[in-house]
């Protein structure tokens, strides 16, 4: 027996690696092909303008479905069943707000960056110096999961379990090599395909995810001769929490018996969550850039349609995949590999191969297919956030404010080829000490301070005629401000075992998620810095109007 399992372990590595490294060879293939095609600054930040409908909304999806979706939401519904399934809800849910309030507007008024729509109708320098600030900490706050869910894979996939090595490497500096390695291959996917590149990367990673996702999905039901009750039977009895497992209350929103204070707060941070949740996707900047990949605003509006089909579709898959792992690995057999239950997918293709394909051979085999497929979304992932972070910094920062716009468009896509290897360095340096935590959780922590800035300064500026410079720039630094520090003063970051520093114990702010609190804020600061300044441009707003509601003078 031992020796089926260490060669099925040797099988899953090799099958791991050599999957692996097909997807980069291919994908490496494409940006190369991509940078042939990229020769203006049009196509390096928004790829000519050239996709379709369908390619942005397969983009979408797949710059959306990220490590969060399908590592961290499986984790989370593994571990704690219906409660999991919040996030689900709330990632789709979120699509509404951004296609009936965002996506048709912000293509016909901007250019490049989510900046272009803020400083038309206002002073330049300290608009973009805010939103690319904005955008930087946004994206990096999203790089986090990523790589956090990249790091926990490859222990998996490799076989390396607590007490064992793969190539003299323990567990923790396994996967600190592997986010290391996930990093600098995201900077090349920038560096040298630009958005094309990174556009058909991301298309083809949408395909694998939900192909993947479905033949889990139909091997986990077919288990159960798509007898859902008893799925649903099995999660229950193997998570370690019995009926608790299928209702309201085991992760959030917990009510601690003679101790009304800490249910409030329980309570407090669940709401905290879903605003959250809801309303940061019309906030993300690697998001709010696929808008302009498309040549009209009809483009626009079909690519979220796509965009929420796919989604949609498969944050169905998500619940056979949470349960499917809570039923066929267990809880605890789960949280001894990742205490944060980001390798629930992973561990569940293995057992589902072990099952259907024939012993530990089979279940080496599907894991390193279902590894590979983790890996093209992180891959992916990271390329858009990296592409929008560093495109802030040039187009925003360098070219608008440093040079005032008195730069040519080589110089400008050179200094955004640099700011993505600094971008990169940043999450990499930062993903280390943030292991111990769900990635969808992370995710959660970057929609919320998405929400806090960019959306007051966006939605006021889109339809407030009043709204000035003063309130923009007090809109993003206020609500990004509030979000951060809350964060910093909560228990994500110190004083509870899962923390970031486990060690220490700073934290005052008793909420996970500062949501509810940040995002009010945000548009409190945009009132507060509209009303005080003199400053109004009323033909300009006019002018912006007709822009996003027409698209006329749309680059």
Same mark, same amino acid.
């Given at each position: 027996?031992?020796?089926?399992?260490?060669?099925?372990?040797? @099988?899953?590595?090799?099958?791991?690696?050599?999957?692996?490294?097909?997807?980069?060879?291919?994908?490496?293939?494409?940006?190369?092909? %991509?940078? #042939?095609? @990229?020769?203006t600054a049009t196509d390096f930040y928004a790829g000519g303008r050239s996709f379709s409908g369908f390619q942005n909304g397969m983009a979408i999806g797949g710059d959306y479905m990220s490590a969060a979706s399908f590592l961290g939401i499986a984790g989370i519904i593994a571990l704690y069943g219906y409660d999991g399934f919040l996030y689900s809800i709330g990632f789709l849910v979120a699509w509404l707000v951004a296609l009936l309030l965002v996506a048709e507007l912000l293509r016909n008024s901007g250019r490049y960056t989510m900046a272009d729509v803020l400083a038309f109708r206002m002073r330049q320098r300290p608009v973009r110096t805010a939103a690319a600030v904005s955008t930087i900490t946004v994206s990096i706050f999203y790089l986090l999961a990523q790589m956090v869910g990249a790091g926990a894979l490859v222990a998996l996939l490799l076989g390396i379990r607590p007490g064992t090595t793969f190539l003299g490497m323990d567990a923790s500096t396994a996967k600190v090599a592997t986010i290391i390695m996930v990093g600098a291959l995201m900077?090349?996917?920038?560096?040298?395909?630009?958005?094309?590149?990174?556009?058909?990367?991301?298309?083809?990673?949408?395909?694998?995810?939900?192909?993947?996702?479905?033949?889990? @999905?139909?091997?986990?039901?077919?288990?159960?001769?798509?007898?859902l009750s008893s799925l649903l039977g099995d999660a229950a009895a193997s998570s370690g929490h019995g009926a608790a497992f299928l $209702?309201?209350?085991l992760r959030y929103g917990v009510e601690v018996a003679g101790?009304?204070?800490?249910?409030?707060?329980?309570?407090?941070?669940?709401? !905290?969550?879903?605003?959250?949740?809801?309303?940061?996707?019309?906030?993300?900047?690697? *998001?709010?850039? #696929?808008?302009?990949?498309?040549?009209?605003?009809? %483009?626009? #509006?079909?690519?979220v349609l796509w965009a929420i089909g796919i989604i949609g579709s498969f944050y169905l898959l998500t619940l056979a995949l949470g349960f499917g792992a809570a039923a066929l690995v267990g809880g605890d057999a789960i949280r001894e590999q990742d205490r944060a239950g980001n390798t629930a997918a992973?561990?569940?293709? $293995? %057992?589902?191969?072990?099952?259907f394909f024939g012993g530990d051979l089979g279940g080496a085999a599907m894991l390193a297919i279902i590894a590979a497929v983790a890996f093209a979304t992180i891959l992916a992932v990271v390329a858009g956030l990296t592409l929008a972070s560093s495109s802030s910094l040039a187009h925003d920062f360098y070219?608008?404010? *440093?040079? #005032?716009?008195? @730069? !040519? $468009?080589?110089?400008?896509?050179n200094v955004a080829r640099i700011s993505a290897l600094v971008i990169g360095a940043v999450a990499i340096a930062l993903s280390i000490y943030a292991q111990n935590l769900n990635v969808a959780f992370l995710v959660a922590l970057a929609f919320a301070v998405?929400?806090? &800035?960019?959306?007051? %300064?966006?939605?006021?500026?889109?339809f407030w005629k009043r709204f000035n410079t003063s309130g923009a720039v007090w809109a993003i630094y206020g609500g990004l401000l509030a979000a951060v520090v809350l964060v910093f003063f909560s228990p994500v970051v110190s004083g509870a075992p899962t923390a970031m520093f486990p060690d220490h114990d700073w934290q005052w702010f008793p909420l996970s998620n500062p949501g509810i609190l940040s995002i009010p804020f &945000?548009?409190?600061?945009?009132? *507060?810095?509209?009303?005080?300044?003199? =400053? !109004?441009? =009323? $033909?300009?707003?006019? =002018?912006?109007e007709v822009r996003a509601l027409t698209g006329a003078g749309a680059h």
């Open positions: 027996m031992f020796l089926a399992v260490q060669a099925g372990n040797t @099988t899953a590595r090799n099958l791991t690696i050599v999957l692996f490294l097909a997807f980069v060879a291919a994908t490496l293939a494409i940006t190369i092909w %991509a940078s #042939r095609q @990229t020769k900077i090349i996917y920038v560096t040298v395909g630009g958005m094309k590149g990174t556009t058909y990367v991301q298309i083809v990673k949408a395909f694998l995810l939900m192909g993947g996702a479905l033949l889990m @999905t139909l091997l986990v039901l077919a288990k159960y001769k798509f007898n $209702e309201p209350g101790n009304a204070t800490q249910t409030f707060y329980n309570k407090v941070d669940l709401l !905290s969550l879903g605003i959250a949740l809801v309303l940061g996707t019309a906030g993300l900047p690697h *998001i709010l850039i #696929r808008f302009y990949t498309v040549p009209t605003a009809k %483009a626009a #509006r079909k690519s992973p561990q569940l293709a $293995e %057992a589902l191969g072990i099952d070219a608008n404010v *440093i040079k #005032r716009g008195n @730069t !040519s $468009e080589r110089q400008e896509v998405a929400a806090s &800035g960019n959306l007051p %300064a966006i939605l006021y500026s889109l &945000g548009f409190l600061c945009g009132w *507060i810095g509209t009303v005080i300044s003199k =400053e !109004s441009d =009323e $033909e300009k707003y006019a =002018e912006l």
